[in-house]
């Protein structure tokens, strides 16, 4: 029962909502399975709890996915700008679409409030910043579609970027005030705390095994038990193991990394992130940096550790924080884990309609924790409600991507190249 997420996971050390629970061992009958613990499944349990559906969700680890290894930066919105996902899927469906996820922060940072999740939560805001002039114009692009659609930013010259930072690296930034950062595996354990608070029965080191329709409902059959219910959530993202009866999710599976130094001093704090916000850079090959609750300075890259190409990664963090912050020259690295994002080619998350009352969601290409809570929440919902247009996107009854393996090795030998220099 004490499965290890990831080897030197920074979150799996420090996440004080740590949650240990039995696998299942015989044949149970709930209204909603939910299979799958990250931050979808276990909103969408803390929901349906809260609306008094007896709730079952299963997984190898709660967090065990995205949700325990990534960088916990708590945004608004997709990673595109609004224009874009208006373009992509119609203009009713992206204001939609965007605006849902414009309040995502709020639903998160009100569900650590309302509920006392312990995940080391800091809304002091984010910075995108912009690494080159070019990635300023982006910049200035994002900041001028966002505040037409009402957001609050602030778009911030070199000079203010460098005092926020405390880096000259950088041409500006685009700061967000109502976003921030969490322990993600905190906030995942915490929010799956509350749901079993709410008696949600949740197990883990149970993977399902297959599904099938029946009677009108759904049987989820696992390596020691089953289970029979009326509705079902598969939220299993970019970590779906085969489950028959399922077609596995079509995605590209890009892989992401990150490296934690030892704590910082207080002479090396000083002038480092004075304020904690949570950062990212406009590069292609994109980079994020923040500090956690104990000013260890994190650092993370597209890139997969499990590989040969896992010192060239981490030689590059070392020079990275080298360049941001040259004071740290030499600062010893003590955690380094990484994480699978599941993109999909247009880089919207896809809602599957599985059939009677059941749904598979994934694809939220490498911006989950907002968006992830908000769609579990509102697939709750509408199964309750029995109201799909509640969802932020219409659900798809078929989804289809070619060569998405050769995708993902493509795009990790780019960043691999784009490290050595
Ligand atoms: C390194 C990294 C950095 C990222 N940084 C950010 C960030 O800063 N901000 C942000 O918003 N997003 C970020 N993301 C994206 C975000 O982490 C994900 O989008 C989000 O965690 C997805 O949540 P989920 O609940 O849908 O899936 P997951 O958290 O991946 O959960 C899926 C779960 O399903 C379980 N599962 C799989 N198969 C089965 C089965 N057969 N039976 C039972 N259970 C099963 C898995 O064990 C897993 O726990 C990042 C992702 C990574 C990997």
């Known amino acids: 029962m004490s499965q290890k997420i990831t080897l030197n996971n920074l979150w799996q050390e420090t996440s004080v909502e740590a949650i240990f629970l039995d696998g299942l061992k015989e044949e149970i009958t709930t209204d909603l399975v939910i299979i799958g613990g990250g931050y979808t499944g276990c909103s969408a349990a803390l929901t349906a709890a809260k609306n008094g559906l007896s709730t079952t969700l299963i997984d190898h ?74 990635g300023l114009s982006d910049l200035q ?58 008696s949600a029965n949740i197990y883990e080191s149970t993977l399902a095994t297959s599904i099938q329709p029946f009677n009108k409902g759904w049987l989820v059959r696992t390596p020691k038990g089953s289970i029979k219910a009326k509705m079902l959530l598969i939220a299993t993202n970019a970590y779906q193991t085969p489950i028959g ?98 993109m999909t080619a247009d880089h919207i998350p896809k809602i599957l309609k599985l059939g009677n009352n059941a749904y598979s969601v994934f694809g939220y290409s490498g911006r989950g924790i907002g968006p992830g809570t908000y769609f579990g929440k509102a697939i709750s919902e509408s199964l309750i409600s029995g109201d799909e247009s509640s969802l932020p996107i219409n659900p798809i009854s078929h989804y289809e991507e070619s060569f998405s393996s050769i995708k993902g090795s493509l795009i990790e030998l780019g960043a691999t190249a784009s490290h050595l220099l």
């Open 61 to 134: 680890k709660v967090g065990y996915g995205g949700s325990g290894r990534n960088v916990g930066l708590v945004n608004a919105g997709l990673w595109m700008p609004p224009e874009k996902v208006e373009g992509l899927i119609g203009v009713n469906a992206g204001s939609k679409l965007n605006e849902a996820l414009a309040s995502a922060p709020d639903l998160v940072f009100d569900t650590i409030k309302q509920y006392d999740i312990k995940c080391h939560s800091n809304r002091m805001g984010t910075l995108h910043c912009a690494h080159s002039q070019k």
């Open 245 to 342: 009866g399922l077609s596995p999710s079509k995605y590209t599976s890009v892989k992401y990394f990150q490296v934690a130094t030892k704590a910082l001093s207080s002479n090396e704090i000083q002038t480092i992130l004075p304020n904690g916000e949570g950062c990212w850079d406009t590069a292609s090959v994109m980079s994020s940096f923040r500090l956690d609750n104990d000013n260890r300075l994190i650092i993370g890259g597209i890139g997969n550790l499990s590989h040969n190409a896992s010192k060239i990664h981490t030689s590059w963090a070392k020079r990275k924080i080298k360049a941001l912050f040259p004071q740290l020259n030499n600062i010893p690295i003590e955690y380094s884990w990484h994480g699978r994002i599941a």
């Open 141 to 198: 692009l994002r900041f001028k579609q966002l505040s037409e659609r009402g957001a609050e930013l602030e778009l911030l010259d070199k000079h203010q970027t460098q005092q926020r930072i405390g880096s000259s690296n950088f041409f500006g930034s685009l700061y967000n005030k109502h976003a921030g950062t969490i322990n993600p595996l905190g906030y995942c354990q915490g929010l799956a705390r509350v749901a079993k608070s709410l």
